[in-house]
């Protein structure tokens, strides 16, 4: 069973509960999911937090097959951005899920560097019949 790495913000209880619904919808099709709030966040050593959260991330981008990343809103969260990156370097394949309907006008969708690293969907069912379909290769 292949492994998706779900990148996507986490700082308001919209979020926290999109990337959750999200997640099981790709479980559902299949796939193990590491989800970083739920998976690296729960930290409790105070002094290392930060390296820990960071090293969890790491290296479960490191060990997935997949990353999905939630690239919504007018600009791409930073964190996400960077989890794009770090993917992009290794060589994973990355698909970014865009259901907000706002362009950067004559730029495109999303940030070019971002829209040249990962094959954008506008919707779940679409990200999941693009993930089943990897799945097949």
């Known amino acids: 069973m292949r492994t998706i790495y779900l990148a996507a913000p986490l ?5 926290l509960d999109f990337n959750r619904m999200l997640r099981d919808e790709i479980k559902s099709s299949g796939f193990n999911v ?13 002094d290392d937090r930060q390296l820990i959260i960071f090293s969890k991330n790491e290296a479960a981008i490191k060990n997935s097959d997949i990353i999905v990343a939630v690239v ?8 996400t951005a960077w989890e794009i990156g770090y993917a992009y ?3 994973k394949p990355i698909l970014g899920l865009r259901t907000d309907f706002r362009t950067l006008g004559i730029e495109g969708t999303v ?16 990200l999941l019949n693009r ?3 990897m799945e097949e290769l």
């Open 131 to 133: 993930l089943k379909s």
């Open 111 to 126: 940030n070019l560097m971002i829209e040249r690293s990962a094959e954008l969907c506008v919707s779940i069912p679409e």
């Open 11 to 15: 700082f308001s209880e919209a979020e």
């Open 34 to 46: 590491f989800l970083p709030q739920e998976d690296s966040n729960n930290v409790k050593d105070r």
């Open 72 to 79: 919504d809103g007018a600009d791409v969260d930073s964190g």
């Open 89 to 91: 370097a290794l060589g």
